[in-house]
């Protein structure tokens, strides 16, 4: 009778961590290159953004059985990543790549024209402060909406609109301010 449980108990674990191993498998297919890319933005080193996505999946893996609502997915994993984020300044200091060597070029981007506009509005953006640029990456790079962004940096929704309408507006006014240098420039 013992042998009789302990094999419905053991098929029943293995066919639970079968079903655990395939929605993680999804997960990572799903959102890897979305989690890669926001890392990137937030910490602008390609060996750093790599590690975060790791320790967020990593997180994600022991967690997994704790999603309760399938549907906030991105969200969850965006907040365990935004707070890996947090915890590698807690445990270590960094050497901090120069931000104005490294680019990010979008494969859509072969003009030299349009790699230069990309670097410059990536330094913009990297200039904002932080309360300004997550809201802002948030939106335009993972393509959250004012309520999943919300939900991820625990703030109320028009705090986040009032974020992204004043990142926008900086952002507005530091690219102008480049295009007055660049035309006194060629002068």
């Known amino acids: 009778m013992n042998n009789i449980r302990n094999f419905f108990s053991d098929r029943q674990v293995l066919i639970t ?26 910490c602008r080193d390609q060996s750093v953004a790599e590690d975060l996505v790791q320790e967020t999946f990593l997180r994600a893996w022991r967690a997994l059985d704790s999603l309760q609502d399938q549907h906030a997915v991105k969200p969850w994993l965006l907040t365990i990543l935004r707070r890996e984020n947090a915890r590698r300044f807690e445990r270590k200091q960094f050497d901090y790549a120069d931000v104005e060597n490294e680019t990010l ?58 974020r992204l309408f004043r990142a926008r507006n900086q952002l507005k006014e530091a690219l102008s301010s480049d295009d007055d240098q660049l035309r006194g420039a060629s002068k």
């Open 105 to 162: 070029v979008d494969e859509r981007s072969t003009t030299l024209d349009a790699e230069m506009e990309q670097t410059v509005i990536q330094r913009q953006i990297g200039k904002l402060a932080d309360e300004y640029r997550e809201p802002l990456l948030l939106q335009v790079v993972m393509g959250c909406s004012g309520d999943e962004i919300a939900e991820i940096l625990d703030l109320n929704k028009n705090t986040v609109m009032t």
């Open 17 to 42: 961590m079968t079903e655990k191993q395939k929605r993680y498998e999804a997960l990572v297919h799903i959102y890897h290159s979305e989690l890669f890319r926001f890392a990137y933005w937030l």
